[in-house]
């Protein structure tokens, strides 16, 4: 059986390219780069070739870049740098549709005392920019918001936001790991301070991140040690992976127009083919969205069952629904955007990169229809080809959710 990878908002196969990139430095070319001989020197210099390369798909200067070991340590150094350099200053800002890495994040600087706002979403998932404006106060230290949505796709105006907080002093980070690769960016053209991305949403390795830290901006190191990364990360350079990141950085450069094209034109013929099936809406706003990504609600079924049958069938996705990791809430990005639970738990993420082909959409759009048939065939709330209109369905904010259980 084919595998047809549609997830690759979770993570992406590793390109020939970069995996060739990489291999040299794992044995021959094995020197450390702070090291003063010549096997330390020519690795440095393999360093700042690929460091240049991360900062022109970025559109900053190399000495801007900080490697991590992932995107939630930049999260989690951007969050910590910005409350460090700032003691005066007990709020944050965010969204309620942030990845776990800034939510969770924030939720425990809430339990250490300090202030946090999580500005909503709209039924499309759009920022409340109202709400956003309103939350800005002279005590706030750092206004964090995602670039894209790892969950629909929805872009946020960082750009706009930036300024906004650049206007009132505060700073201002987005977790771009999403948008990085997948829609242009140009660093010095914005006032955003600090930016998050990771390798491997971008056809780099798992266990490689890096932070963009604008240059003049206060920083306080997450991780202390040696003088690796201008002091801000100590802890020897991770070499292969960087130069992997450096790879792929200049392929997501190259393949940026494709990504806005042809792969764009993919993802839109899978979704309109998958709402012609009856009871299905898209999650998010079809206009402000990244090109790769749809999140799709097939009502009166349950996400994770969903899952189960296409991977049967090769299709490889994710879900919105959080049934298997024991709790019975809906994902909190559905659930910001007042996703009705019946949609909610039927909502299934679909995300494609250049590695996906024409025939791979046509297989799927064959197999869900069956799919999504057998298992509304078998569900409570289905009966003669439509809803059960007196179900009585129950809220998933109670215990007995009768889709979940
Ligand atoms: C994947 C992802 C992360 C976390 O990146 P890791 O490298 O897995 O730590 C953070 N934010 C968003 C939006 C993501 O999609």
């Not at 390219?17 to 440095?44: C, D, I, T």
């Amino acid at each position: 059986m084919k595998t047809i990878y549609f997830d690759n908002n979770a993570t992406t196969d590793v390109d020939p390219q970069v995996l060739e990139a990489m291999l040299p430095y794992f044995q021959g070319r094995y020197g450390n780069p702070s090291s003063m001989h010549h096997k330390g020197g020519e690795v440095a210099a393999a360093l700042r070739e690929a460091r240049k390369q991360l900062a022109d798909l970025l559109g900053c200067e190399p000495g801007e870049i900080i490697y991590t070991s992932c995107g939630t340590e930049s999260d989690n150094t951007a969050m910590w740098s910005a409350l460090r350099t700032q003691p005066d200053r007990r709020h944050l800002v965010s969204s309620r549709v942030e990845h776990s890495a800034v939510i969770n994040n924030a939720a425990f600087l809430k339990r250490q005392g300090y202030r946090i706002t999580e500005v909503g979403v709209d039924r499309e998932g759009l920022l409340d920019m109202e709400g956003l404006k309103n939350a800005l106060t002279p005590d706030t230290a750092l206004v964090t918001l995602l670039w894209a949505n790892n969950e629909t796709g929805v872009l946020f105006p960082v750009e706009e936001i930036a300024r906004l907080c650049s206007e009132k002093g505060i700073v201002f980070h987005t977790d771009a790991v999403q948008a990085v690769g997948k829609i242009p960016i140009n660093l010095k053209e914005t006032k955003i301070d600090m930016l998050s991305l990771a390798g491997h949403k971008i056809h780099a390795p798992k266990g490689i991140g890096a932070l963009y830290v604008r240059k003049g901006l206060k920083f306080a190191p997450f991780m202390i040690g040696g003088h690796q990364e201008g002091g801000r990360r100590g802890g020897t350079e991770n070499v292969p992976y960087i130069i992997g990141l450096g790879m792929a950085a200049k392929l997501a450069g190259e393949r940026l127009p494709e990504e806005n094209t042809r792969v764009k034109a993919l993802r839109d013929r899978l979704e309109d083919g998958l709402l012609k099936i009856p009871y299905t809406m898209v999650n998010g706003s079809r206009l402000c969205r990244l090109p790769n990504t749809t999140n799709i609600s097939f009502e009166y079924i349950e996400g994770e069952s969903i899952l189960f049958h296409l991977s049967h069938a090769g299709i490889c996705a994710s879900s919105g629904s959080a049934c298997t990791s024991g709790s019975l809430e809906p994902s909190h990005v559905l659930r910001a955007m007042g996703v009705p639970f019946t949609a909610a738990h039927g909502s299934i993420r679909l995300s494609l990169a250049t590695t996906n082909t024409d025939e791979e959409v046509t297989e799927a759009l064959r197999i869900f229809p069956e799919v999504v048939i057998k298992l509304r065939d078998l569900s409570p709330f289905w009966k003669d080809g439509g809803p059960v209109q007196e179900s009585g369905l129950l809220s998933c904010d109670t215990n007995n959710c009768q889709i979940c259980n």
